[in-house]
């Protein structure tokens, strides 16, 4: 069984040897793009979209003066964080029991004004005017190393 | 012996209204009402003495026996416009003065004892205060309290009003919401006609009632050109436009048919109205365009939910374009379908950028189809050879 | 087994091969089908692959015997992307629709994972029943073959029901149903029927039963279908290869080429399900609810023609009978090899046994139309 390649080694094993490797570099690409892949999927999704854990994260609680509303969008149910005190938040759906326009809060007044239909609420989401019937539910708002927290 | 039956009766009740002895089916009506809960006797209406059982005894001394209809608006108010009498039940005590400037009142006045006085609407014997559902006085209920009369379109002929107020009312978005989904929140006719003051609203004040809720719209309408207009016109400014009982619900189509009322075809206020119907007509299109849009990037599934509460603020935009729309300021109207078509544009830009650079996955699968070919060529070389050494 | 010291050797292969017997760790490439026969374990790890390989293999080794392999190699696949949607997933009713969610729209490749996992599912399956029904139509169940047809069988239930366990854990709309439409016909098997309704936890999916599907899903079913590849491997390595009357046995060549035609076959069947997976994606569906029956759900493929058939039998027969006429099918179908009564394999020997297969195969075909067109929820 003599291959004619081993009759002639000095002259075809520099080019064979360069070839060889080529095919291995080529064909290596197959384990490298499985590990990418896999090291790509295995990177956790940043924290706001992992499964719902129940927590809605709302921004800097120092950062919000006293009387402050900030509007949070979280998806097709958007809420505002109020600071009432050195030390509390209210948190309340932004969304109108009426008719589900978005709220506008109203610095002067401290309250929920709705665009639509003149409906208004109080900080504490009781209705003071207005078509809407029922009163906006409070999430539960808490303070966690000055980040203010919404547990759902 | 039916006296000693009677006496005897009477011996075993321990009731302060022995009228209600001869009187038993009033008796039946009596007994549900408020005023037998708080002890009015008989008398304090009818007079006579309450205590007697014979009916000479008590039809004796003050009795009145069944009021005269021009009588009894006083005859209530003898209690009820008492401040003294009525302060322990916190009952308001202008009701009488509220009626005598009323239509009812001035008509009662003037000798027409066809018009409403209180037992029309209070009921006689089995008054139910209002907060009671079954009170004929029931904010649910007033409708059909008021239709008795006013739903008599023979008894309306006679005054020149036309129409029937209270069916109208039922077919009209304040009447559904009132009467079949209970939204309290809804008027009730007294709500804007008063009601122990009732009084249509003059022309000129149309806009006041209705803005009690709609306060938006009014402060709009109010800026523009039609308040004077129609004041002056003598239309009823609200009514003119959007029906008195009947409302239905308000949309843009509207701007099709109500102003060709009062103006021409071709004129500028009918151009205008066309405009501003086609600025919202135009953002409302976008919008919608863009929700499909949403729909489809959701079921591949693409993360959506900012896209879907942005589109939530746009067509809060549009929504507040209506109430502006009674500026007739085109600007301001424009200036708000304007911001919701811009956040429509971009959100559709943005998704259909998403949507396009899924593009490159088909790309990419090709890419992997030649990688891959290639790669069965090598395999299939060397597998050649191994066939040829294997061979030796 | 002493270590040549002339010899070079890497260094870390050789301090293992002194401590271990590498060679019998290796032998699960044989027990699974990769390799025809046993790796020599007397010799040091590479002598005995070498000496494998250059071992003589026929080259009548073809399709469609890939059937067996090609089933292995979608169990790999399916393996490797569970086990890496497994690291995501999370199998309570509240948050596994929120996991996939998460993992299908943030997770990069993930949506493709779950794809391919999905495809492969469905190619297993069919794989599977093709592999059932050639052997049906080829006689491969005769003497000394039932082990194999009592595997082959068995490989193509359990993967099954696998399949099925898998379809409720996304816990959408659709899973959901399916699986209620599925248990109805569980729940209607008289022998065993309540013990696996037992076992799940209940016929309603609630968060306990997607617990228990799950557990089935990733451990309970995946070790049984690799220990019915290993029967399935071991009793063919020990019958042997089967020809039909009239193949031609010539041909030699070495294990080696073979090797060669597997990895070929393994990177097509991965260009396939790649393709599958970008190109038919399977549609992103709304959560499960309970109080929602969507219109158009119908039991898993497989089980058509089984809802029909129990359906079609009239109502005066009591409902544990045409449950039990099921599983007397399914079992005559396991038990086939015990049953037939043909002398030999030749198709001559066996035109009952085929005039049989091909009824079956029809009716089976009717069934699953039947059980298609049914309205869902009588």
């Known amino acids: 069984m003599s291959s004619p390649l081993n009759a002639e080694p000095e002259i075809g094993m520099g080019r064979r040897s360069a070839l060889g490797w080529l095919v291995k570099g080529f064909l290596s690409l197959w384990a490298i793009g499985a590990g990418a892949v896999g090291i790509a999927f295995l990177k956790a999704p940043e924290k706001e979209k992992r499964p719902a854990e129940g927590v809605i994260r709302c921004g800097s609680f120092s950062a919000l003066g006293i009387g402050e509303a900030r509007f949070i969008r979280h998806g097709a149910e958007p809420l505002y964080v109020i600071r009432v005190s050195e030390t509390q938040v209210l948190a309340l759906p932004a969304i109108c029991t009426h008719l589900r326009c978005v709220l506008k809060w109203n610095q002067t007044r401290q309250t929920f004004d709705c665009p639509c239909h003149n409906g208004a609420f109080d900080k504490n989401g009781n209705v003071l005017s207005g078509p809407p019937t029922r009163p906006l539910a409070p999430y539960r708002a808490e303070i966690q190393a000055d980040e203010v927290v919404i547990r759902t | 012996m039916i006296s000693a039956l009677l006496l005897a009766a009477a011996l075993t009740t321990s009731s302060p209204n022995q009228c209600l002895l001869c009187h038993p089916d009033v008796r039946v009506l009596f007994d549900r009402s408020r005023h037998h809960a708080e002890e009015v006797t008989c008398t304090a209406c009818h007079g006579g003495n309450a205590q007697a059982i014979t009916v000479e005894g008590a039809h004796s001394g003050s009795f009145r026996g069944v009021p005269k209809r021009r009588d009894i608006p006083a005859l209530c108010a003898t209690c009820h416009s008492n401040v003294e009498k009525m302060r322990p039940y916190n009952l308001p005590t202008d009701q009488y003065a509220l009626y005598q400037t009323s239509r009812h009142g001035q008509l009662l006045a003037k000798g027409d004892e066809r018009v409403a006085v209180c037992i029309d609407c209070h009921g006689s014997h089995e008054i139910l205060p209002p907060e009671d559902p079954r009170s004929s006085t029931y904010v649910r209920n007033i409708p059909a309290t008021c239709g008795k009369c006013h739903g008599d379109a023979k008894l309306m002929a006679a005054y020149g009003l036309q129409g029937n107020p209270a069916t109208e009312f039922a077919a009209g978005v304040h009447g559904t919401l009132l009467l079949e989904k209970g939204n309290l929140a809804a008027p009730d006719c007294t709500r804007c006609h008063g009601a122990h003051g009732a009084t249509p609203p003059g022309v000129g004040d149309v806009d006041k009632i209705c803005g009690q809720c709609h306060a938006t719209t009014r402060t709009y309408f109010l800026q523009g050109p039609h308040k004077a207009a129609m004041d002056k016109a003598g239309l009823p400014e609200c009514a003119a436009c959007h029906d008195r009982h009947d409302n239905r619900p308000a949309d843009v189509g509207m701007l099709d048919k109500v102003c060709l009322n009062c103006h021409g075809a071709d004129s500028a206020q009918v151009k205008l109205s066309q405009q501003m119907k086609t600025s919202y007509s135009r953002a409302s299109e976008e919008i919608d365009q863009a929700h499909a849009l949403v729909q489809r990037a959701a079921a591949i599934p693409l993360y959506v939910e900012d896209y879907q509460a942005r589109l939530e603020e746009a067509r809060t935009a549009l929504l507040e374009s209506l109430p502006v729309m009674h500026s007739l300021n085109l600007a301001s109207v424009e200036s708000l379908t304007g911001r919701g078509r811009g956040i429509a544009r971009e959100v559709e830009s943005e998704l259909n950028g998403k949507l396009q650079g899924r593009r490159w996955l088909k790309v990419g699968l090709l890419v992997f189809w030649f990688y891959l070919l290639i790669t069965l060529a090598l395999l299939l070389r060397f597998r050649r050879k191994a066939v040829a050494e294997s061979s030796r | ?378």
Not at chain 3, 302 to 327: D, K, N
């Open chain 3, 1 to 378: 087994m002493s270590p040549d010291p002339d010899r070079p050797r890497s260094s870390v292969r050789g301090w293992l091969e002194e401590r271990f017997n590498l060679t019998e760790m290796f032998s699960f490439l044989t027990s699974f089908g990769l390799f025809p026969t046993e790796l020599d374990a007397r010799r040091p790890l590479k002598e005995a692959i070498a000496e494998a390989l250059s071992r003589p293999f026929p080259s009548y080794a073809r399709w469609p015997r890939v059937l067996g392999i090609l089933s292995m190699l979608l169990f790999l696949f399916l393996g490797v992307t569970g086990v890496m949607l497994a690291l995501y997933y999370q199998p309570t009713a509240g948050d596994a629709y929120a996991s996939v969610t998460t993992l299908v729209r943030d997770v990069s490749f993930g949506s493709f994972v779950h794809h391919v996992h999905g495809w492969a599912a469905r190619l297993l399956i069919l794989i599977l029943l093709i592999r059932v029904w050639r052997f049906y139509f080829q006689g491969m169940y005769k003497g000394p073959r039932e082990a194999l047809w009592i595997v082959s069988t068995l490989l193509f239930l359990v993967a099954a029901a696998a399949d099925f366990t898998g379809r409720l854990l996304p816990w959408d709309q659709h899973g959901y149903w399916q699986t209620i439409r599925g248990m109805e016909v569980l729940v209607a098997l008289p022998v065993g029927g309540w013990v696996l309704t037992f076992f799940v936890g209940g016929a309603s999916p609630d968060t306990l039963v997607l617990l228990r599907f799950y557990f089935l899903h990733v451990v309970v079913l995946p070790l049984l279908l690799l220990c019915l590849f290993y029967l399935n491997f071991s009793t063919v390595r020990r019958v042997g290869l089967s020809f039909s009357p009239g193949e031609s046995r010539s041909g030699t060549g070495v294990f080696k080429v073979h090797l060669y035609n597997l990895v070929i076959l393994a990177l097509l069947v991965f260009g396939c399900l790649v393709t599958l997976a970008t190109l038919l994606p399977s549609p992103y569906l709304a959560a499960a609810d309970p109080f929602n029956t969507p219109a158009g759900v119908r039991p898993a493929w497989y089980l058509l023609a089984s809802h029909a058939f129990l359906q079609s039998i009239p109502t005066l027969v009591p409902s544990w009978l045409r449950g039990l006429l099921l599983e007397a099918i399914l079992a005559c179908c396991v038990l086939l090899p015990f049953l037939d009564r043909s002398p030999g394999r030749a198709a001559s020997q066996r035109r009952f046994a085929l005039i049989l297969g091909v009824a079956v195969l029809a009716l089976w075909l009717v069934f699953t139309w039947m059980g298609y067109r049914m309205e869902v929820g009588r």
